[in-house]
Each structure stands twice: as structure tokens, then as C-alpha cells.
């Protein structure tokens, strides 16, 4: 009997942090521009020591200006995908559940493309203006969180068939608006939205942005965080959950919210990022167990390492090209999953 | 269970529904049945109706078989229409795509749809005898269509500006106005080697050519566009062999391109757009950003068509300014120094 | 008799002293169940008035034949449906209005089987039973550990603690499953045809470990069966339900009348008193010999 302490936990995440800092160091070495991290280092302890200045150097600029956002946004969104997608297979009691299966992601398309469509016709300043997109993104996937949810309901309260069926549904639905609206849009714009909804973290963001995503991904995720035991009695059945004292329609609700909201965050700002969320936490599950309390953070670490890794493949495999990483974590996934399959760990 | 009447009636409208559709799709087929036959079994000299045809092989190669004369024509890419207005035969212009918008006269055309997509029906509708397809827009699908409804179609393939050129001066020959062809390709030539004489001897500007912005996406050195760039005196910053590549924003904030080229008929919007990529500290780390060095040309060269010099005209006057200054004859304007206050959007 | 609200139904604690037979533990008054399947249909009403109470140590045996509303009446006693009529009260709560964590620390429902999603180990599973009494966010402490240690001992399951529950044989399983609704340490423990998949030598081990933790651990313990000599052999009190009637309360040997039995069951059947005392039931298999 080796039950689960807070010592034990905290090693498992200080290991798997380890890990991923090694990773962002490698991520900020590697890319088109050489760069001396010692030097940049130095220019950065430089910075904060004497407040303010900028960092002069060429290199410096493209680290801080593209690379480290990106890796930032990297682990923002492989954290978000995978907690949700952990949260999600739990819910929804499906090892095939992934963080979109509920039609949150084709939302934010939606929202996305409605947003790029109605822009030029909008006098706004260029701050706001930029906004636009992750905006419109975002009140797509909240418009299908609200959707699928009165959708999903039986006798007032969340069903996890029936909320499985409707977020199909409703994912289905608004994908065939997608494709109307493709087709019907002219030449260039097809092609961004194409690869828009592939999934790529090479969207330049303002700083504000990252303030409002870290604060999404603290609020989710330690919301889903706050129900974590009960979602290991979850996944013994949900009659017996409820036998065990597990307020069955609150972390229905909690769950539902919190891991659609990560979604409806990542998607803003990546597009479709597929395969993160439902593999990192059935290969998290291997290691280190179905406990939750270990799971969700272990997931979010592992799903951060993912996609900074991927990211950092796709950005400099096809130099000046670069593959997007939605494209990355299919290659990787799609075999990884037919693995997991076989050996029946899934 | 009792079967009511009205799943009694579902069930007879599904089993009747499969036998309505067997009878009547052949219908359009039979239409093409005719066609064809006029088009490929008779001989080439048909007694009955003294159709004459023309065997030539198009730019990717086919063989195909063109009724002559030939007056009517079906476009399915804006380029295209185009060649056909600046050839003169727009008479013969019996339908185009939606997208078909240059010149305005264009929009005024019977619509068979998409370039990508178009539809079949509309087009037989229209009784073509030839369709014109370009490979680098339209399908194998609808060439293939069009060929099992016996339709011929005959596509361009012009892989560079010079290629324009030759490419509507074949077509014009195909449709059988090979003067206006002539004309055509010799003002295009005419206008290149005035443009060569001008800014041949200057040094090329290190430009990025921008599709797209979020992500990135640029154009490859293969594609007529990064031809029609050299020829305005640019070159650009992005050698890649796919032609619409996804670019890291680093490898250009590595390469620092002097000027930002974007294609756009609506200048306003992409001058909205440049305020608002100045404000993102990704792409300030691009000094043309910083120092708001971009300049907004045609849609034109977007488009294999001969008005594609205009743009490359247009591009060149904005690269090169000091070359098209009338400058009296003691004055010398030195090459290439452009002072970074010159805000090359105005137009 | 007058059902008295005892004081509240503390946790027992190992070690507190065992009062005598006379405490009253639970009281199912007059309680009855209908629903509609849509709103526009009148209700059916799966269970009329029943009542019958318990005292802690007893085994309760609720009997009767497929869909006769015995599962209802569980789910009534368990508190997850509200009655249309009528309380259940534990030790004076009423169970319905209990919060879920609450109920989940004083009855426990012992399921059939345990539809896993992902693999857990046999402790693990055991330790589930200690989340009523948790806190959020607290990891298990010394004492649920030893709580759970101690209920894979009384069912004979403490070799079992580190192996994959879906390696368990059926009978390794069920007592898993009941020793996760020991370790919640319930006042009540419910038993929903527990004897379905099992043999017979699994069903009496059954019967018997419960007789024996009822009588420990002074549970009341509510059997939801149709096994007729089982029932007989074990239960202090038998409750006859069929079609939603409740027929006859009382012990076996008070109950098991053979007209009664044969109207409820259907079917030719005699009654005799075993070597134990209680009564047996037979299957009278020649129909025409009466």
C-alpha cells in the first residue's frame, strides 16, 4: 500500500519541471538565429539589475521579442489542452474524450473567422484591433460552451451521454458553417484560415494577452484541481460515486466549465492544437497513476513539454519554412495512440 | 405495432424516392451524350453539321480537340478573364468564375460558380466549346469532369512573367485571334524592357513579400510573384521551394528585408493592418516595421495575367523612385539612397 | 412502537462501548415511491406504503420477485430518492435530506460490480471508501489507511491489497467491494442482490462474513434479494414486497407461510423448519401431486 502524499507529489512535479525547463532551454537555443545564452543571460540579469534599458542585441531582440513568447505561449497552451483533456475523459467517463470531442474548438473557429471577416469594416484602434481575433475566438467558444451545456442537460442537470451527444451534435453543426464559410471567402484569406485552424503557435500576441491566459489557466485548472478526489471516485461509476458522498451534478458542472474554458483560452490563440489533449494524459496515467491529484498537475507539465517540443521540431526542421505544430503532434500522436492501443492502455 | 399512416407513406416515398432519382439524373448525361458526339466520334470533318476541329496540345501537355471557330468560351480563373478582355474577345466570353472581377465589365458574365468548385452543370448549361483552366488555380477533378462530359478545356501554365507573355499569345492562337495575341505579348515585352532599362543596373531591394500574416505566410522563389518581384527590382528574402511557405518570423527578423510588399487593392485595410502589427513587440524586432518601410501594390500580381506589369511597374516606381524622375539632363540623382522618413505608402 | 430519535449518529469509533439490543437505528415510516416516465403520463407508483425498522446488528432481508419495487426501497432507505410519502430516518435523520457526503458517512451501498475506466490497485479502491470522511485536497492520513488496512482484513482480503482489481477472481471482488464500504465505517450498510454472480459456497460465505461484520461492528444491514433460503437462514427480519406491496414484515419464521409465499412467488412450494431453527423453503417439482 503506497498511498499518495504530498511529499511524493511534489517530487513527481518538481521532476517533471525539471524536465521542462531543460526543454525551454534547448527551445531557446534552437531556431534561425544563433544564440549565446550566457551572453543573453548576462543581458537580462543586466536589465533587471538596473531596471529598464533594453537589451541591444540583435539576438537578444529575436529571443525575447519571438522566441520566448512563443515557448510561453507553448506551455500555456500544451498546460491548458492537457488538464482539459484530463478533465474531460473523467467526465465524461471516455478514454477517447479529448478537450474538442464537445465542439468547444469549432466555436472558436467560428468566433475566429466571423471575428477576421467583420475587421475591416471596423474603425478600431490597432491595439484592439489585434485583439479582435483571439476575442472573437474566445466568445465562439464561450456562445458553444453555453450551447452544448442547455443541450446537455436531462432533468436539469449534466448527463454525461446526453452532454457527449450534444457537444457532437453542436461540433458537427458548427463545422459544416466552417466549411460554408470557407468556401465561400476568397483566395488569401482560405489560406490563412487553413492554417489558422491546423493549429500554430506562431500568432504574435499582445503582452496584455499573456497576463489574461496565465490567469485563465490558474483559474481553470485549480478549479478542476479542487475536484480532483472526486473524480477519482468518478471513474469507478457515477452511482457509486454518489454513494461515496461525491456531489455528482456540482463537479459535473465545475469540471464542464473550468476544462471547456481552458479549451475555449488554448484555441483563441493556437487554433486546433490536436492529439495533446487526449494523449499526454493516458501517457501521464502510465506513469504515475489514475490519481487525479497527481494526474492533473503531472498532465499539465506533460502536455507544457509536449508542445514546446513539437513547436521547437516544427520551427526548425524546413528552415525559413516552418511546419505547424498542429501538424507536429499529429505525426507524433497518431502512431503514439495506435501503440497505446495495441499494448491496451488506453 | 401498428404501422400508422404516416410511417406507411415515409416508407413508400423512401422506396419511390431511389427509382425518381434512377430515371431522372441520366438526363444531363444524355445532354452530354450529344456533345461528345459531335465533339470526339465524328470525324474530324463532319458532313452533317461541317463542324471543323483543332488538335493542339495546351500547356500541360494534353492533346485536345477544339471546334472551330471558336465563339464560345468559358473562363475559370481571374487570370484568365483577364487575358480574354486584354485580347479583345470578350464577346466570346460566355460564363467566368465568381471571383472573376477585373475589369469590372468581367462581373457582369453569366457565374458557373468557384475556380475550385465550379459547377458542371452551369457550365454544360452553357455549351462551351472550350473552357479555359490555369493549373496553378483550377483542378485535375474539373479538367477530368469536363472531359467525361466532353467538354474540351485547355489550360495555361505560365510559371514566370515571361511565360505570361507567351502564355496568352498561345491562347490567343488557340482562340483564333493570334493578332491581338501579338499585340499583347510584344507591349508586355515592350513595357519589361523599358522597365529593365531603367532599373536593370540598380541593385535589387531585399523585400518580404507578405500573403498572410497570422501565421506568416510568403511566396515561394518557383512562383511567377517572386519572378514579377525581380522584375520590379526586388528580391525576395525567402528561398523556399513550396510556394506558399508558412515563414518563421525569426528567420526574417534574422534576414531584416528593407521593405514590406503587400498586395492589396484596398489600400486603407492594409494600412490599418500595418498600425496594428507595429504594435506587437514580435514584429517590431523587423527595423522595415519600426521604420514603416512597406508599400502597398495591386492585386494584380497576384494574377498570371498580362496586367501583372502594371503591378511590377507599380512595385518598381515605389522601390526605385529616383529612376522614374524625369531628371533634366545636368542632374544625376545617385542610385539607391532612400531616406527612412519617405513613407513609400503614400500613393 | 414508539420510534424514539436517539442522540446524533456519531461515528463509531473503534472501542466504544456496544449498547445493549434495544437501540433503534433505522425507521422507514409509511414510505412510498411513484414516477412519471413523461409528464403528460399519470404516475406509477413502484412502491405503496411501507414500513419496518432495524436496530444496529440486525440483518434485514427485503424479498420478493423481479421488479416487485425492492431495489426502489433500497434506493428509499439509501436516501438517493426523495419518498412521495413517509420518512426514513437513520438514528433520527432523515437520510433524503442529508448532504451526499454526509449519507456517504453513515450507509454504505455495496454494488455488484465495479465498472473501472482506468486500472486501480485493490488498496487504492479500498481507500475510495475513506473519501466521505476526507477533506477536499487532503491526502489520506494514518488513519484512513489503517481503516482501510483493517476492512481488507475482515473480509478475509488482506493478501489481495496489491493486486489489479481487474485481475480479481468474482468472489475477490466482491469482498474488495465490500471492504470499500467497510472502510466508509457506515451505520448501515445496503446489499442490492449481492448473491447473483456467485456460487453457492461464495453466497453463504457471503451471508455468513455479514452476519459476523453485522454483529462486530454492530451494523444494520439492509439485504435486497430473492433467494429465499438465504434469506431464511440469515436475516433477523424478512420483508415481503410484491408489486409494490409490502405484505408481511417480521422474522422468517413468522413470514415464510406457504400460501403466502406461493401467492407472491407463483409457484407450488413448501415450507419446513431446517436443522438451524429457521424455516427452509422447497420447490415442490411434481405440480400435480396437491
Redesign the interface.
Known amino acids: 500500500m503506497r498511498p499518495l502524499t504530498i511529499q511524493r507529489l511534489f517530487l513527481q512535479c518538481a521532476a517533471l519541471a525539471g524536465i521542462l525547463f531543460v526543454v525551454v532551454i534547448i527551445a531557446l537555443k534552437a531556431g534561425a538565429v544563433e544564440v549565446s545564452l550566457f551572453a543573453l543571460g548576462r543581458d537580462l540579469i543586466r536589465v533587471i539589475v538596473h531596471h529598464g534599458g533594453e537589451i541591444k542585441s540583435d539576438y537578444g531582440l529575436i529571443v525575447m521579442n519571438i522566441r520566448l513568447p512563443r515557448i510561453l505561449l507553448g506551455i500555456f497552451v500544451g498546460a491548458s489542452l492537457a488538464v482539459a483533456g484530463t478533465g474531460f475523459q473523467a467526465l465524461l467517463r471516455n478514454p477517447l474524450a479529448d478537450p474538442y470531442v464537445l465542439g468547444v474548438s469549432n466555436g472558436a473557429a467560428l468566433g475566429a473567422i466571423l471575428a477576421l471577416l467583420v475587421s475591416p469594416h471596423l474603425a478600431l484602434l490597432p491595439a484592439v484591433a489585434d485583439l479582435l481575433t483571439p476575442l472573437g475566438a474566445f466568445l465562439g467558444a464561450a456562445a458553444t460552451i453555453a450551447a452544448v451545456y442547455f443541450l446537455g442537460r436531462r432533468d436539469g442537470q449534466i448527463d454525461s451521454t446526453t452532454l457527449l451527444l450534444g457537444g457532437v451534435i453542436t461540433g458537427s453543426f458548427l463545422a459544416a458553417i466552417i466549411m460554408f464559410l470557407m468556401t465561400s471567402e476568397t483566395g488569401s484569406n482560405l489560406r490563412g484560415m487553413a492554417y489558422w485552424l491546423m493549429g500554430n503557435l506562431s500568432t504574435s500576441l499582445q503582452p496584455s494577452v499573456y497576463w489574461i491566459l496565465w490567469i485563465g489557466f490558474l483559474l481553470g485548472a485549480g478549479a478542476i484541481y479542487t475536484t480532483a478526489s472526486d473524480l477519482n471516485l468518478l471513474l469507478s461509476g457515477e452511482k457509486e460515486a454518489m454513494h461515496l458522498g461525491v456531489d455528482l451534478p456540482r463537479v459535473r458542472l465545475v469540471v464542464y466549465i473550468a476544462a471547456s474554458l481552458l479549451t475555449g483560452l488554448a484555441v483563441s490563440v493556437s487554433g486546433s492544437i490536436g492529439y495533446v489533449g487526449l494523449l499526454v494524459p493516458h501517457v501521464m496515467r502510465q506513469i504515475f497513476g489514475s490519481d487525479h491529484r497527481v494526474l492533473l498537475p503531472t498532465a499539465a507539465f506533460g502536455g507544457a513539454i509536449a508542445v514546446v517540443i513539437a513547436d521547437t521540431i516544427g520551427r526548425t526542421v524546413v528552415p525559413p519554412a516552418e511546419l505547424p505544430v498542429g501538424a507536429m503532434t499529429a505525426f507524433a500522436g497518431a502512431p503514439l495512440f495506435i501503440y497505446l492501443l495495441r499494448r491496451r492502455m488506453v | 405495432m401498428q404501422l400508422t399512416k404516416r410511417s406507411r407513406l415515409m416508407d413508400i416515398a423512401g422506396m419511390l424516392l431511389p427509382a425518381v432519382l434512377v430515371v431522372t439524373v441520366p438526363a444531363p448525361r444524355a445532354w452530354a451524350q450529344s456533345l461528345s458526339s459531335a465533339a470526339t466520334g465524328a470525324p474530324v470533318q463532319n458532313a452533317a453539321t461541317a463542324q471543323s476541329f483543332r488538335e493542339v496540345v495546351d500547356e500541360t501537355g494534353r492533346t485536345v480537340r477544339i471546334p472551330q471557330p471558336v465563339m464560345r468560351i468559358v473562363s475559370l480563373a481571374p487570370s484568365l478573364t483577364e487575358t480574354i478582355y486584354a485580347l479583345g474577345l470578350q464577346d466570346r466570353l460566355v460564363g467566368d468564375t465568381d471571383y472573376c472581377d477585373y475589369p469590372p465589365e468581367a462581373q457582369k458574365k453569366q457565374k458557373v460558380g468557384g475556380a475550385i468548385n465550379p459547377s458542371l452543370e452551369e457550365i454544360t448549361h452553357l455549351r462551351p466549346d472550350v473552357v479555359l483552366v490555369t493549373r496553378h488555380l483550377n483542378t485535375l477533378d474539373t479538367v477530368h469532369s469536363l472531359d467525361a462530359l466532353g467538354i474540351p478545356s485547355y489550360a495555361t501554365d505560365p510559371r514566370n512573367v515571361d511565360e505570361i507573355g507567351a502564355s496568352s499569345k498561345r491562347l490567343a492562337d488557340v482562340l483564333g485571334a493570334p493578332e491581338a495575341g501579338a499585340a499583347v505579348a510584344e507591349d508586355l515585352q515592350h513595357r519589361l524592357d523599358v522597365l529593365r532599362q531603367k532599373i536593370g543596373a540598380l541593385p535589387p531591394r531585399r523585400v518580404l513579400f507578405v500573403v498572410w500574416t497570422d501565421p506568416l505566410i510568403s511566396i515561394g522563389k518557383d512562383t511567377f510573384i517572386a519572378d514579377a518581384l525581380r522584375r520590379a527590382g526586388a528580391v525576395s528574402i525567402i528561398d523556399s521551394k513550396q510556394d506558399w511557405p508558412q515563414v518563421n518570423l525569426e528567420e526574417v527578423a534574422h534576414l531584416q528585408p528593407e521593405v514590406l510588399v503587400f498586395a492589396d487593392s484596398h489600400s486603407e485595410t492594409t494600412l490599418q493592418h500595418f498600425e496594428v502589427l507595429a504594435t506587437r513587440p514580435a514584429w517590431r524586432t523587423l527595423n522595415a516595421v519600426r521604420d514603416r518601410n512597406f508599400v502597398v501594390i495591386s492585386e494584380a500580381v497576384n494574377r498570371p495575367a498580362p496586367r501583372i506589369v502594371t503591378a511590377i511597374e507599380e512595385l518598381a516606381r515605389k522601390l526605385h523612385p529616383e529612376a522614374f524622375v524625369e531628371k533634366p539632363a545636368s542632374d544625376k540623382v545617385s542610385g539607391n539612397t532612400i531616406s527612412n522618413a519617405e513613407c513609400l505608402c503614400a500613393r | 412502537m414508539v420510534a424514539r430519535p436517539t442522540a446524533m449518529g456519531a461515528l463509531r469509533l473503534p472501542g466504544e462501548a456496544s449498547r445493549a439490543n434495544t437501540e433503534l437505528r433505522l425507521s422507514v415510516e409509511q414510505v412510498s415511491y411513484a414516477y412519471s416516465p413523461n409528464p403528460t403520463q399519470a404516475p406509477l407508483f413502484t412502491l405503496e406504503a411501507t414500513s419496518f425498522q432495524a436496530r444496529a446488528g440486525e440483518i434485514v432481508a427485503i424479498l420478493g420477485p423481479n421488479a416487485s419495487g425492492k431495489s426502489t426501497l433500497l434506493k428509499l432507505i439509501?436516501g438517493?430518492l426523495e419518498p412521495l410519502s413517509g420518512r426514513v430516518r437513520l438514528n433520527g435523520f432523515e437520510t433524503h435530506t442529508l448532504?451526499?457526503?454526509?449519507?456517504?458517512?453513515r450507509?454504505?451501498?455495496v454494488?455488484q460490480e465495479?465498472?473501472?475506466?482506468?486500472?486501480?490497485r485493490a488498496?487504492?479502491?479500498v481507500?475510495?471508501?475513506r473519501?466521505?470522511h476526507?477533506r477536499?485536497?487532503r491526502?489520506?492520513s494514518a488513519t484512513?489507511?489503517a481503516v482501510?488496512?483493517n476492512a481488507l482484513a475482515q473480509v478475509g482480503a488482506a493478501e489481495l491489497?496489491?493486486r489489479w482489481m481487474a485481475e480479481l477472481s468474482g468472489g475477490e471482488k466482491q469482498r474488495v467491494i465490500l471492504a470499500r464500504a467497510l472502510a466508509?465505517q457506515p451505520l448501515l450498510l445496503l446489499l442490492d442482490e449481492p448473491t447473483l454472480h456467485l456460487d453457492i459456497a461464495a453466497q453463504v460465505d457471503l451471508l455468513h462474513g455479514l452476519r459476523h461484520l453485522a454483529v462486530e461492528n454492530r451494523y444494520t444491514v439492509v439485504v435486497v434479494t430473492h433467494e429465499l433460503n438465504l434469506a431464511g437462514e440469515y436475516a433477523d427480519q424478512v420483508v415481503l414486497i410484491q408489486r409494490g406491496k409490502c405484505l408481511r414484515v417480521g422474522p422468517p419464521g413468522v413470514v415464510y407461510q406457504r400460501e403466502l409465499l406461493e401467492q407472491i412467488f407463483q409457484t407450488p412450494l413448501s415450507v419446513e423448519l431446517g436443522p438451524s431453527g429457521r424455516p427452509r423453503v422447497n420447490v415442490v417439482a411434481d405440480r400435480e401431486s396437491r
Open positions: 439509501a438517493t448532504t451526499a457526503r454526509t449519507r456517504a458517512q450507509i454504505a451501498m454494488q465495479s465498472q473501472l475506466l482506468f486500472p486501480a488498496w487504492e479502491f481507500l475510495q471508501g473519501h466521505p476526507a477536499a485536497l491526502f489520506e484512513d489507511i482501510a488496512r491489497s496489491d466508509q
